[in-house]
């Protein structure tokens, strides 16, 4: 009797879709396992061993969501994450909301139960398609596949809308996009797949003049350049061409240079200076300080808005006055950079600020001879460590071939304090600026960056926290057996927890013992034990001299590295 062949409509649609996504660029796959997604992940197990696409394992939703982002964040690129039904896809939103408002690609294949099952208290089924409302630029319900001829071609439509929804081809707004798949049973069955041919890759950000012609600015008004995070080198690249002070945050991309302002805080308290400024022009999606938007709300100073991408304008206190994708100086601005005038703005800004930070130097921060340590110098290298010695120490040990992460702690305002100015890949979580997946972002980056056979980066990628940031996404320390171990370091400063409410004005009029119990929430956590549950190696820095040291050389597998900090 010949054997019964079984026939898989969710099968022959997966491996269509998949092949498709893969022919427009996709290079990476996030997959969360589950019964109603079987035919996805079964191909793109398969897709994998062909070696079609790089397939990244994960057990929580949530870290699949945030690995997604990291991957696009650093090949430009949108990542596919796979996840089966109900609470499942409701675990990505804090991912999906980071992505829309950081402007970050994203595909999610989630896949659901055929119309028949919905709405009659079917297990793990739950509306599905909407779910996340306004921070997806697509979001199709896709019947469930039975078979037909024309099938592959919706396969392929269907691919082609969700990555064109998603890195922004039509809006200039890269987003999520969700494709909602339903499947009926059988779920899967056996099928030789065709392996695709990639597509000449494209990264999400569309070109600056993309919306028409670029504003120009005319020389006149004392201007300082605004970056915030995102902004890219155009921020740098205006601020140099037309003679003004640059205020770039530490993950703008732009904080480098013979224009920037690192202490840019203090200097726009001063009436000499920041009173004195009349146009502000702002690249990126500035976070980090009160000082920008108070800037921008003043009534006597005229703003001007730069986003190449974006659903929403950055505008506080509604101040603006012009919002532009595209913007450059004109040539009587480009000539009036040379005058005296113009030399004189910039050069109070740059010296009064270069002022500030020789003022404000730690002793601790020079480089020590190891020829002859004094007893002063022994001190400093036992003495304990603060949040400033271990960002200026990152920072340093930070190269253009290394990628640095920073959490949504009290160390990334720290370091956007003080670190000076230095041409390396910095990125970040700020589009809501939550403490949510900033490990498994950390991961997508170093995945991504240290991919073979082509490597973005030799380096290494760090990541520098607090505790909490570190504790709320312990579960994306759960890596899969047998795929690549990214070069990483997670940085992890310990003050107890909360630490930021410290410089909040709740912390003048708050019981000390209702800041303790609600908003500092100290956690005791044995992180040497965490790391060796989850097979990370780990290492202790107590004093700088511990620092300097783990911070030498690229760790060859994923590492915890402890940093107790006096609170």
């Known amino acids: 009797m010949p054997e019964r062949v079984i026939r898989s409509p969710a099968t022959d649609f997966s491996f269509s879709l998949l092949n498709e996504f893969i022919r427009r660029g996709v290079r990476d796959l996030v997959l969360c396992p589950g019964a109603r997604s079987q035919a996805l992940a079964l191909a793109a197990a398969e897709l994998e061993q062909a070696g079609s696409i790089r397939l990244h394992v994960r057990t929580d939703e949530r870290s699949a969501g945030f690995l997604g982002l990291g991957l696009a964040l650093e090949t430009g690129l949108p990542a596919l994450v796979v996840v089966t039904s109900g609470t499942a896809v409701a675990n990505l939103h804090p991912a999906v909301l980071e992505a829309h408002h950081a402007g970050v690609p994203m595909i999610l294949l989630t896949a659901d139960r055929p119309a028949e099952l919905r709405g009659i208290r079917s297990n793990q089924t739950t509306v599905q398609s909407g779910l996340f409302g306004v921070a997806t630029r697509l979001c199709l319900d896709v019947p469930a596949p039975v078979g037909e001829s024309d099938e592959e071609g919706i396969a392929a439509l269907l691919a082609r809308q969700a990555m064109d929804a998603a890195t922004g081809v039509f809006t200039a707004a890269p987003g999520p996009a969700q494709l909602n798949l339903a499947f009926r049973e059988p779920l899967s069955a056996a099928r030789t797949p065709r392996p695709s041919v990639a597509t000449r890759s494209r990264r999400f950000a569309p070109s600056m003049s993309s919306d028409g012609p670029a504003m120009l600015l005319a020389a006149g008004p004392r201007t300082v350049v605004v970056a915030g995070d995102g902004a890219g080198p155009e921020a740098e690249e205006l601020a140099h061409a037309s003679g003004w002070p640059l205020l770039a945050e530490v993950s703008s991309g732009a904080r480098f240079g013979p224009n920037l302002i690192v202490h840019y805080r203090e200097l726009l308290a001063d009436v000499d200076l920041g009173g004195q400024v009349e146009r502000v022009v702002v690249f990126g999606h500035p976070t980090l300080s009160r000082e920008i938007p108070a800037l921008i709300a003043r009534g006597d100073v005229e703003t001007i808005i730069v986003a190449t991408t974006g659903l929403e304008w950055y505008n506080p206190a509604h101040a603006a006055r012009a919002f532009t994708r595209s913007i450059g100086a004109d040539a009587e601005c480009l000539l009036a950079a040379r005058t005296p005038t113009a030399r004189e703005w910039l050069g109070r800004w740059v010296m009064t600020s270069r002022a500030l930070a020789e003022a404000t130097a730690d002793e601790g921060r020079a480089p020590i001879d190891k020829r002859g340590i004094t007893r002063a110098e022994l001190a400093v290298l036992r003495a304990p460590l603060t949040r400033t010695l271990l960002v200026d120490a990152v920072w340093r040990a930070s190269w253009p071939h290394d990628r640095l992460v920073l959490g949504a702690s009290r160390l990334i305002r720290e370091a956007d304090k003080r670190v000076p100015g230095k041409k390396i890949t910095v ?51 759960l890596l899969t057996p047998g795929e690549p171990e990214p070069r990483l370091q997670v940085i992890v400063g310990v003050d107890g927890g909360g630490s930021i409410f410290d410089g909040l004005e709740v912390a003048a009029t708050a019981p000390v013992d209702a800041m303790e119990r609600v908003l500092y929430t100290p956690r005791r956590v044995d992180l040497e034990a965490l790391a060796a549950a989850y097979g990370w190696n780990y290492a202790i820095a107590a004093t700088r001299s511990d620092l300097e040291r783990a911070l030498t050389g690229a760790p060859t597998r994923p590492t915890i590295l402890e940093v107790p900090l006096v609170r």
Do not use: K
């Open 427 to 477: 990125l970040s979580n700020r589009g809501l600026a939550g403490i949510d997946g900033t490990i498994s972002t950390a991961l997508g980056v170093a995945l991504a960056s240290q991919a073979e056979p082509e490597p973005r980066s030799v380096g290494v990628t760090r990541v520098l926290m607090g505790d909490l940031t570190f504790l709320h996404d312990v579960g994306s320390l």
